[in-house]
């Protein structure tokens, strides 16, 4: 076995081997041919050459100015780029206004989501402080606790126990009428969002009615309609219109977002003063 491998193997390097050199003497002609006929062209069709290196400098001109022709790719804009430059379109006088309807508004509606998120306390573990303080220490002690606590729900029941020794009928007014207050804070400054809703989209109106007025005007001095004439207060008017109804939007999802948190305060400030004159009753901490 082992000889028949290698009388295989040899046969196969004699055999290569051969075809190589074969190979190799067949390239080498190859090779000498190649020299002689470039030796041929180039002693005699030196002309020829010149004007093959001409077409391709031509060609290559040709293909060059091909490639310059043809249009650079439209690099898309961003929406923010898209909303500035339609908004510098819309003109520097109703843009300006209604922008600064959209700051003040959201200034006011930051001011009072903070305000309100401080306001909120947790009402069940500050009620059981209360009564639990009532049990131990009385009212002074739960005084105290309400004092320490921010909050309208916290303010009523300090008022609330402040009047304990008046009676519960005095508690139950001073309750109420506290209550009242701090409603008027949780209210604070709401009104002037109101106002923004409402003054934004009629500023845009009214650009929209003045972009038609200049339109009009201009179809009057030119003596004819032409699109391109009336098309500039026409795209002026629109995008004052877009912008006012965007703002009136954004301030009016922010005005409900308010409202329902004000309601929800409301609520357990009501429920909490029931809870106080419970409490009040449950540990004979007032008089009837």
């Not at 046969?11 to 003497?25: I, K, L, P, R, W």
């Not at 303010?155 to 508690?171: C, F, K, P, T």
């Not at 709401?190 to 500023?203: D, E, G, K, N």
């Not at 391109?228 to 922010?254: E, P, R």
Request: glycine fraction near 10%.
């Amino acid at each position: 076995m082992k000889k028949l491998i290698a009388s295989l193997a040899i046969t196969g390097m004699v055999f290569f081997g051969t075809s190589n050199v074969y190979a190799d003497e067949d390239s080498t002609a190859v090779d000498a041919g190649n020299d002689t006929t470039m030796v041929d062209e180039n002693a005699g069709g030196d002309d020829s050459g010149a004007a093959d290196n001409g077409n391709a400098a031509a060609d290559d001109n040709n293909g060059n100015t091909k490639k310059a022709e043809e249009p650079a790719p439209e690099v898309e804009k961003s929406f923010t780029n898209t909303l500035k430059t339609k908004f510098i379109e819309g003109g520097a006088g109703f843009m300006g206004i209604v922008l600064v309807c959209l700051i003040f508004g959201l200034a006011l509606v930051i001011e009072r989501i903070i305000y309100l998120n401080l306001s909120s306390i947790n009402t069940k573990k500050f009620i059981q402080e209360i009564d639990e303080a009532l049990a131990n220490g009385g009212v002074e002690a739960a005084k105290e606790i309400a004092k320490n606590t921010r909050g309208p729900i916290a303010s009523i029941y300090y008022q609330g126990l402040d009047r304990a020794d008046e009676g519960l009928e005095m508690v139950e007014k001073s309750v109420v009428s506290y209550g009242g207050v701090q409603m008027g804070l949780l209210d604070k400054g709401v009104s002037w969002v109101t106002l923004f809703i409402a003054l934004a989209p009629m500023l845009g109106f009214m650009g929209t009615v003045i972009g038609m007025i200049q339109a009009f005007d201009k179809i009057a001095e030119a003596g004819t309609v032409s699109p391109s004439l009336v098309a500039d207060g026409i795209k002026v008017a629109l995008l004052t219109t877009v912008f006012g109804l965007i703002v009136a939007i954004i301030l009016q999802i922010f005005y409900n977002v308010i409202v329902a948190k004000i309601e929800g305060l409301v609520n357990e400030m009501e429920d909490s003063s029931i809870t106080l004159v419970d409490l009040l009753i449950k540990h004979n901490a007032v008089k009837r």
